[in-house]
């Protein structure tokens, strides 16, 4: 089992539509999540960090936290052709040396 | 403020040449890292170091080494290039927590072949 797992997709939504992206990962004691955007070509941007249970919002932006069931999901709201790019989740384990661990990205499709 | 900086942008070696790859960032991070991405992968890291004249290894330290002697400079040095180390190699620096901790910066990369 990879430790940060997620749809590589492409996953496509409609522009205006809620697209949302998830991510699994294998150590229970995780303490850090994240979500970068990379646009082909270009550096990953941190556009998300999230460290407790719950939901946390950030404009058209919404990161989940599940540790019970050790998921962590992006809803991006009002979906823009700007928004098409590769997401990468990203998690701190227990070990909580600050070394990241990737999942393989999603690539979102937004269509106008 | 140019955040995290890297040179060269591109960069074409020959089997068994060898090459540094420069890291300077000016916003005072003790945490640099080093990472490489391969076509349609996630970033997967090569060294780390949480503050001058410390550094570790991450998952995939081999044919790579790093040093660090300022803050500022982490530089990733290739000896004996071979075509799997053909990616694009990325670094990042963090504050240490407890500031967002861990919320890692990159810069815009370094595209690397190797024939």
């Known amino acids: 089992q990879k430790e940060v797992e997620q749809n590589s997709g492409p996953l496509s939504v409609p522009e205006g539509a809620i697209a949302s992206l998830n991510c699994t990962y294998s150590?229970?004691?995780?303490?850090?999540f994240f979500w970068y955007r990379q646009y082909s070509g270009k550096s990953p941007e941190l556009i998300m960090s999230?460290?407790?249970?719950g939901d946390k919002e950030d404009g058209r932006f919404t990161a989940q936290l599940n540790k019970a069931s050790q998921y962590v999901s992006l809803l991006i709201r009002d979906s823009q052709p700007s928004d098409s790019a590769t997401y990468l989740c990203?998690?701190?384990?227990?070990?909580?040396?600050?070394?990241?661990?990737f999942g393989q990205g999603t690539t979102l499709q937004v269509k106008p | 403020n140019a955040g995290v900086t890297q040179t060269p942008k591109f960069r074409i070696l020959k089997i068994g040449q060898s090459m540094t790859l420069q890291c300077t960032q000016d916003?005072?991070?003790?945490?640099m890292y080093w990472y490489r991405q391969d076509p349609g992968m996630g970033l997967k890291l090569i060294y780390y170091?949480?503050?001058?004249?410390?550094?570790d290894k991450g998952e995939v330290p081999n044919g790579y080494n790093v040093s660090r002697s300022t803050t500022e400079d982490f530089p990733l040095r290739l000896e004996l290039a071979a075509p799997s180390q053909t990616s694009v190699y990325f670094c990042?620096?963090?504050?240490?927590?407890?500031?967002?901790?861990?919320?890692?910066?990159f810069g815009p990369g370094t595209r690397l072949t190797v024939t």
């Open positions: 150590d229970r004691g995780s303490q850090s």
């Open positions: 170091s949480v503050g001058a004249g410390i550094t």
């Open positions: 916003m005072n991070h003790n945490y």
């Open positions: 999230i460290y407790s249970n």
């Open positions: 990203a998690v701190i384990g227990s070990s909580n040396t600050g070394k990241l661990i």
């Open positions: 990042a620096s963090s504050y240490p927590p407890p500031r967002p901790p861990y919320e890692q910066y």
